[in-house]
Every structure is written in C-alpha cells, then in structure tokens.
C-alpha cells in the first residue's frame, strides 16, 4: 500500500513564491520519475515537471525559469519550488510517482490527492 501526500499550496498574489512538497510512503520496494501536473477549471491535466531518480529533469514550457523540481531519495519525498507566480498558474497540483511496491514485480504509477494552488492578480 503506498501513498502520496502533498503540503504547500495556498493562496499568492501573482509574483509570489510557493514550495509543494510531496512524500510518498508504504510498502516501498524502489521509487523511480516522479513528477508534478496540474489541472485548472475546464482543464486537463497537464505535466508540470518531472525528474528521474538519478535527478534528471524536464519541464513544461510554461514553468521553464521560474519552477524548479527537485527530490530527496532518502525520504522519498519530491518538491516543486514556484517563483514568480502566475494567475494562470491557478490549479490543483497533483504528485505523481512511478513506483515498485514489495509486492509487485513491476513499478506503478501512483498519485496524490492533490493541493489548491490559487495566484491572484
């Protein structure tokens, strides 16, 4: 059983700075990619960023330069620092992690309940 719990998200004036963290716990065998999406109202959900277990990175075109997504093996944890926010950053946030559990022999994606993040004008 593993799960996905995100912290971080709130209410910021545009130009403001929010930091999303995301733990994932269980019955851990390896965790591989993690990454973060987003869906605003009316929306799909889209990808954010994403980094590998060995730190490599991507992001979308819209984030690039301002967001940053880094991670902590040991904890298991996966964390989206956001600067210079946007309204159209407006959105719930979703942790999402590519994960072997000890009783698969195979990694599954799993995902967090997901956090508000609102950017006022």
């Known amino acids: 059983q593993v799960q996905l719990v995100e912290s971080g998200g709130g209410l910021v004036r545009a130009g403001g700075s929010l930091r999303l963290s995301c733990v994932a716990s269980g019955s851990i065998f390896s965790v591989g990619t993690m990454g973060w999406y987003r869906q605003a109202p009316g929306k799909q959900r889209e990808l954010v960023a994403t980094?590998?277990?060995?730190?490599?990175?991507n992001y979308a075109d819209s984030v690039k330069g301002r967001f940053t997504i880094s991670r902590d093996n040991a904890k298991n944890t996966v964390y989206l620092q956001m600067n210079s926010l946007k309204p159209e950053d407006t959105a719930v946030y979703s942790c999402n992690a590519n994960i072997r559990s000890i009783t698969a022999s195979y990694h599954n994606y799993y995902w967090g309940q997901g956090t508000q993040v609102t950017v006022s004008s």
């Open positions: 980094i590998s277990s060995a730190g490599s990175t």
